[in-house]
């Protein structure tokens, strides 16, 4: 069976779910929130466990059949993808860099859902600029003191699990730790999920540590090791954010095209007119290149074990495809005509959704400047 192999039976099970589950929680009750009903569901389906082994009680799915899960849950929202995305990028660092006490201790109730996990990397001055972070551990007999504030976290004050980033070196290093951290641990606390754009079934919050006490087994991987920690999700969770873009962007051709067989203007209906056809045929371009990225990146991944490289692949994917989202979810605005500006029709929120995914995991400028490092240093 090739790396990249896509299991069917997942993503009918998923789809199943998104049509059943998914429309329960799309109401103004529940945004802002991570309906927990919804991530036990999902995690009863197995997505809980897709990114973790067999032996810790996941499914250790491949990178290709994670991506077409996220693509696939996209396809109905965004939010729920973003969500388990996180869960799935701390329950992969875990696996790879966890001790095999944590492993035990974490990755079954990940896979299960009894704990939904965060990454708690970004700070209030440092987004691109990892190297910036001002959140400290210092170093105690019997563990770790941590004080410093996150933002933007997704599912803050509503997951179980946080991994967190902190500076254990002095100022004149740049030496960064990683650490689990319960929700329930003295001296962390959170922030009203913040009023945001779109993505409304996946909040962001702040968090704030205040001489956090931490035990030594909260660190993870080695002391001062955390930027490897770091930066060893982030292909990873690239690939998975360009196939919630592929995703969305397949959402808004599909809508389009139903919306303009239906909608009649100088007595035709709007599919009949070339114009729009032509529009259709470059959005779907589009789609089908980003599909192609994406699946090749997902494929690097599932072959990093025999040394393949992914930065470069998983950059491409996730630039071009969440540029080829934001572009197909406006021109699907644009096709709608006034009804694609109004909130009944579907079209707004995937254009509002694709936004995020342009600024997320590393902004766009960001995999530019990655990209273009890549291809001259190997060149
Ligand atoms: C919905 C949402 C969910 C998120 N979830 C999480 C999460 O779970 N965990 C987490 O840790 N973080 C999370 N983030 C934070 C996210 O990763 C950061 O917002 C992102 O990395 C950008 O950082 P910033 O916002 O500080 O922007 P800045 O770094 O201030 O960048 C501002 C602009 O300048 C550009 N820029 C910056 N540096 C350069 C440069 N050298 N050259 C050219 N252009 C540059 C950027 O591309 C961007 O366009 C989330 C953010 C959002 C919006």
Known sequence: MSS???????????????????????????????????????????????????????????????????????????????????????????SRHGSEQQKREYLPKFASGELLAAFALTEPNAGSDTAAIASEAKILADGFSLSGNKCYITSAGFADIYLTFAKTEDENTSGLSGFIIPKETPGMSWGKPERKMGAELSPIASLFFDNAHLPKSALIGVLHGGRKVALSGLAGGRVN?????NGLARAAIEDSIAYMKE???????????????????????????????????????????????????????????????????TDAVQLFGGAGYIKDYTVERYMRDAKMLQIVEGANQIQRIIIAREIIESS
């Open 263 to 329: 909608r009649q203007q100088f007595g035709k209906a709007l599919v009949e007119f070339q114009g729009l056809q032509f529009m259709l045929a470059d959005m779907h371009m589009k789609l089908s290149a980003s599909q192609l990225l994406t699946a090749k990146a997902a494929e690097d991944i599932d072959l990093a074990a025999h040394g393949t490289n992914t930065k470069l692949s998983s950059s491409t994917a996730k630039c071009f495809a969440t540029d080829a989202a934001m572009a197909i979810t």
């Open 4 to 94: 990249s192999f896509v299991d069917p039976l997942i993503i009918e099970t998923v789809t199943r779910l998104c049509e059943t589950e998914i429309p329960k929680y799309q109401t103004e009750e529940c945004y802002n929130t991570i309906p927990r009903a919804l991530f036990t569901a999902m995690c009863e389906a197995g997505l809980g466990g897709l990114s973790i082994p067999e032996e810790y009680g996941g499914i250790g799915a491949s990178a290709a059949t994670s991506a077409a899960v996220y693509e696939t849950i996209s396809r109905y929202d965004i939010g729920p993808a973003i969500f388990l995305s996180v869960h799935a990028m701390v329950s992969g660092i875990i």
């Open 241 to 245: 954010i360009a196939a919630c873009a």
